[in-house]
C-alpha cells in the first residue's frame, strides 16, 4: 500500500513588505539580504488573518481544489508553534469551519518548526496501522513568524498556511513509511515564552545547531539513505532561503566527508537539487512549521521533476528536533499543477510602506483582553470566510465558525 500526499494547498496573507525597503530603513546594504539571506519579500498578517484564519482557509481550498469528500476525512492535526489558546486546539477550529463530520480524530502539535511533520508521521502511521479504516487525515501547518522590531531576525518573518491530505491514495507524493533519520537534544537555539508574541533566538547557534540535527538524521537513516546525487529533489526546512545552500553543502559533506569550501560540483547540485523550489519561500519568508512543505509545494506546481522522481525532506524544529524523509513522485502528478499553484494569491497581494509594516507590527492584539475586535476594513481586508474579528467574554470570534 502507498500512502502520501494526496492533495496540497496554501493560504498566504494579503499583505507583505519588501526586504529592499526594510534593508534601506535599517541602514543596512540590501545584499546583505537580497543575497547573505537570499530573501526577497515576507508575508506579514493583520491581526484578522490569525493562525485559525490562515489554517481553514488553505484547509478549504484543498478539499475543494481537489474534490475531496469532507465526509473522507477522519482525523485533523495542525501543526503550529503559532496557538491562539492554551488548551483549545486549532484543529477543532478547523473541524467546524469544515463541517467535518464527528467520529473524527482532532489535535495540535507544537514543537517549533517541527509540529506539521509530526502530524505528518502520525498520518502515515495511522493509516499504515489500518486504524484509518479508508477514512484520510487532513494535515495542517500554520504559522505567523515574528521576532519584532529591528532585531537580527526581522528579515526573516513571514506567515502562511500549507493543507495537506494525506491517504491510501496519494496522486503527489508516497512517503517511504520506515526510512526515516530522528534526532532530538535539548538547545537554547530558539524559543518564544508563554507571555511573548515575538520568538527569542540565538540565531548562529540555530544554524549550527540546524547542521547538527541534519548530519544525525543523515547517519540515523542508515545505509539505505539514497545518496545526495541520486534525489531529484532535496528539500529542507526553510527560515531564510541561504539555509537550504547551507544544508545542502552540508547534506553532501557529510557524505563526501570533508567539509570543503564550495566546489563548481556543490553548487551544480544545490542549483539543480535545491534552488529551483524556494521561489514560494523567497516571496513569503519563514512559514516556520510549513516553510518545508511550501518548498515541496513550489516543487509540484513546477512539475519539472520526472514522475517516480526521488525527493528527500528535512525537517527542523528548534529546541530541537528533526527528521529526514524520502519520498516519490507519483506518476501523473504533474497534471496537477494548476491546482496547485499560488500565483494568483501572489499576484493580489499589497506591498505594505514601511510606516504600515511598522504600524502594523506594533498592533498590541488581543492577549488578556476579555473584548477586542480587529479592524480588517482599515487594512483593506474584506471580511471573508474565517476572517478574526475578535474576542467577546475571552472567545475568538471568526465569520463562519
Ligand atoms: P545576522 O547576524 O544579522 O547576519 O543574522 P549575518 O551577519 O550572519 O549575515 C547573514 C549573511 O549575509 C551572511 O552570509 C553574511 O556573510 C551575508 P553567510 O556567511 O552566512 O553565508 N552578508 C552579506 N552578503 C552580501 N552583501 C553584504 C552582506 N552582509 C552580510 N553586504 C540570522 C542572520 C539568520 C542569524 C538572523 O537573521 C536570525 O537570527 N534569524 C532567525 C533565526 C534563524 O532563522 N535561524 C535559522 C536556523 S534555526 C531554524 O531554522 C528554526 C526556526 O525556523 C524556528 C523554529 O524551528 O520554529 C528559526
Known amino acids: 500500500m502507498k500512502i502520501g500526499v494526496e492533495a496540497m494547498a496554501c493560504h498566504i496573507p494579503r499583505h507583505y513588505v519588501g526586504l529592499d525597503d526594510l534593508a534601506d530603513l535599517r541602514g543596512v546594504d ?7 539571506l537570499d ?32 465526509n473522507d476525512i477522519g482525523a485533523v492535526v495542525v501543526g503550529t508553534e503559532t496557538g491562539v489558546d492554551h488548551s483549545k486546539p486549532i484543529a477543532v477550529y478547523l473541524h467546524e469551519a469544515l463541517s467535518l463530520r464527528t467520529n473524527c480524530t482532532a489535535f495540535e502539535v507544537k514543537h517549533a518548526c517541527f509540529g506539521a511533520s509530526a502530524g505528518l508521521s502520525w498520518a502515515v502511521d495511522w493509516i499504515a496501522s489500518g486504524r484509518a479504516r479508508g477514512s484520510k487525515a487532513l494535515v495542517v501547518a500554520t504559522d505567523i513568524a515574528r521576532y519584532g522590531l529591528e532585531t537580527a531576525g526581522e528579515p526573516t518573518q513571514g506567515a502562511g498556511a500549507v493543507a495537506m491530505v494525506v491517504s491510501d491514495e496519494p496522486r503527489l507524493l508516497s512517503l517511504e513509511p520506515a526510512l526515516v533519520g530522528e534526532y532530538t537534544r535539548n538547545v537554547m537555539d530558539f524559543w518564544r515564552p508563554l507571555h511573548r508574541s515575538e520568538a527569542l533566538t540565538d540565531g548562529h547557534y540555530s544554524i549550527e545547531c540546524y547542521l547538527t540535527a541534519l548530519r544525525a538524521c543523515i547517519d540515523d537513516a542508515g545505509p539505505d539513505l539514497p ?15 541561504k539555509m ?18 564550495r566546489t563548481d560540483a556543490e553548487r551544480a547540485s544545490y542549483e539543480t537539487r535545491v534552488a529551483p523550489w524556494l ?12 516553510s518545508v512543505y511550501l518548498a515541496l509545494l513550489d516543487l509540484l506546481r513546477q512539475g519539472q521533476v520526472p514522475d517516480g522522481g526521488t525527493v528527500s525532506l528535512f525537517s527542523y524544529g528548534s529546541g530541537c528536533t528533526a527528521s529526514l524523509r524520502v519520498g516519490q513522485l507519483v506518476d501523473g502528478y504533474h497534471r496537477y499543477a494548476d491546482r496547485l499553484d499560488p500565483a494568483d494569491q501572489l499576484a493580489a497581494r499589497v506591498r505594505l510602506t514601511i510606516e504600515e509594516y511598522e504600524e502594523l ?12 475586535q480587529t479592524h480588517p476594513e482599515a487594512w483593506g481586508l474584506p471580511a471573508s470566510r474565517f476572517t478574526y474579528l475578535g474576542t467577546k467574554s475571552h472567545v475568538r470570534q471568526y465569520v463562519g465558525i
Open 244 to 261: 537550504a545552500l547551507k544544508a545542502h553543502s552540508c547534506h553532501r559533506s557529510a557524505e563526501i566527508g570533508s567539509d570543503t569550501a
Open 39 to 70: 530573501v526577497q519579500n515576507m508575508a506579514i498578517a493583520t491581526p484578522a488573518e490569525d493562525a485559525v484564519y490562515l489554517a481553514a482557509t488553505a484547509a478549504e481550498k484543498v478539499l475543494e481544489k481537489f474534490d475531496i469528500d469532507p
Open 30 to 36: 540590501r545584499r546583505k539580504f537580497s543575497s547573505g
Open 361 to 372: 507590527m506594533s498592533e498590541p492584539g488581543s492577549q488578556g483582553l476579555a473584548d477586542w
Open 279 to 290: 521561489s514560494l519561500n523567497r516571496e513569503i519568508g519563514n512559514v516556520y512549521t510549513g
Open 227 to 241: 545518496s545526495v546525487e541520486d534525489f531529484d529533489a532535496c528539500l529542507y526546512h526553510v527560515p531564510f532561503p
